[in-house]
């Protein structure tokens, strides 16, 4: 380790040494813990579930210890008070939506220079309140780093911050250690082994811990930024007509619905029953449903206002288009742009699901729509590329 690298650690250990308290007390009032926290002495990685924007608190209430974050590059660009966290935290970022050897280089890089890596390796909160599964590429990088796995699990969370929601609810939320597995335990296993025992431990499916256990969130306009995630109407059956205000839904063609704080689905229109209660089986009527008519023949989808930027390797955003958005099953289209799917080797939707990441030959760009709902347009990049 050179002497530069050595003390970034040390600056970067006393930071989290003097901001812990804060950080603990953040946490403790968000969530609860069950059992003692880990103080590891060995080097480790932590892995873990992605649900609210305070994780990361989370997971140092877990540890107790310093850990290096993977954070996504847009995190450089955000609000003043982002900017300072993100200096502090000094964080490894990565692109959504593009292939990033670099940063696995500077994770290991980080972990041979003697710190501990905190991993989200669903790569943004879940949408719909069910794990994403993980890849191979997590297993290789553990096995690589020959530290301790420490796995993490989260609960609650998806109810108390959904992903596509415009407000943040009060409700339990709890976290604690699932697994801790040595670096020798690992050494036998295939990064195929060490991924799927990364998913067994972190999956979780809230609407089916609902289901078993009822828990109250509570707050205001609970049902509104529904529309930045569900696109079809199971009633008519069109793109991007359903409208939220305060609690309730509701679709042009007449459809009605509530979401309550137990979070479930209910219809208030007295000609239609809702075929499903949360937005989970929602999710997977509509990619159902999207799958059925791709196979049909021709698919478009068309959204206005939707702006076009280009992002520099030094994290500069430039918008480059602004207008209308339409998707086809060879690839997307903004004024003057036609970019094709066969060239975005991946792609990634953030925020509350109006933000769509992906990089073609030479350029990483974002695609933004104040209430649009890029997931449909992930959807056809993921069919054109055989994914789903």
């Not at 982002?82 to 290991?108: C, F, H, Q, W």
């Not at 009527?285 to 930027?309: A, C, H, M, P």
């Not at 992002?311 to 480059?320: F, G, L, N, Y």
């Amino acid at each position: 380790m050179s002497s530069s690298d050595s003390n970034n650690l040390k600056r970067d250990r006393a930071i989290f040494t003097i901001a812990s308290p804060v950080l603990y007390l953040i946490a403790k009032k968000k969530c609860s813990f069950p059992g003692k926290p880990l103080k590891p002495k060995e080097q480790f990685i932590l892995v873990s579930n992605h649900l609210t924007e305070t994780d990361l608190f989370i997971a140092y209430n877990i540890v107790h210890k310093h850990v290096y974050i993977v954070a996504s590059e847009h995190l450089s660009r955000g609000n003043f008070l982002k900017k300072i966290e993100m200096r502090l935290l000094n964080p490894i970022y990565r692109a959504k939506g593009m292939t990033d050897i670099g940063s696995v280089k500077e994770m290991l890089r980080r972990i041979r220079n003697g710190g501990s890596l905190l991993l989200f390796p669903e790569g943004h909160r879940s949408a719909d309140g069910v794990t994403m599964p993980t890849t191979p590429a997590l297993g290789k990088l553990i096995k690589q780093s020959k530290c301790t796995l420490i796995t993490m699990k989260i609960t609650g969370g998806y109810f108390a911050e959904p992903r596509w929601a415009k407000t943040i609810r009060r409700g339990k939320i709890s976290a604690g250690v699932v697994g801790t597995y040595s670096a020798e335990e690992l050494k036998g296993m295939s990064a195929e082994e060490v991924a799927r025992l990364v998913d067994r431990d972190i999956y979780e499916d809230a609407y089916e811990r609902q289901r078993e256990n009822p828990e109250k969130y509570t707050g205001e306009r609970l049902a509104e930024g529904l529309e930045n995630h569900l696109f079809l109407c199971p009633k008519c059956g069109r793109v991007s007509t359903l409208h939220t205000e305060d609690n309730r839904f509701f679709c042009d063609c007449g459809l009605r619905g509530i979401y309550d704080e137990y979070a479930w689905l209910h219809s208030s229109d007295e000609s239609y029953q809702l075929p499903f209660d949360n937005v989970r089986d929602w999710t997977r009527w509509q990619e159902d449903e999207f799958n059925r008519r791709y196979d049909s023949g021709d698919i478009e989808f068309t959204d206005d206002n939707v702006k076009l930027y280009k992002i520099t390797p030094d994290h500069v955003r430039t918008e480059i288009e602004s207008g209308t958005l339409t998707g086809d099953k060879e690839g997307i289209t903004i004024g003057g742009h036609r970019l094709l799917y066969s060239d975005m080797p991946s792609t990634a939707f953030m925020d509350r699901g109006n933000t769509l990441y992906f990089e073609t030959p030479g350029n990483y760009w974002q695609l933004y729509g104040d209430g649009v709902c890029m997931l449909k347009y992930q959807l056809l990049w993921k069919r054109a590329k055989g994914e789903i």
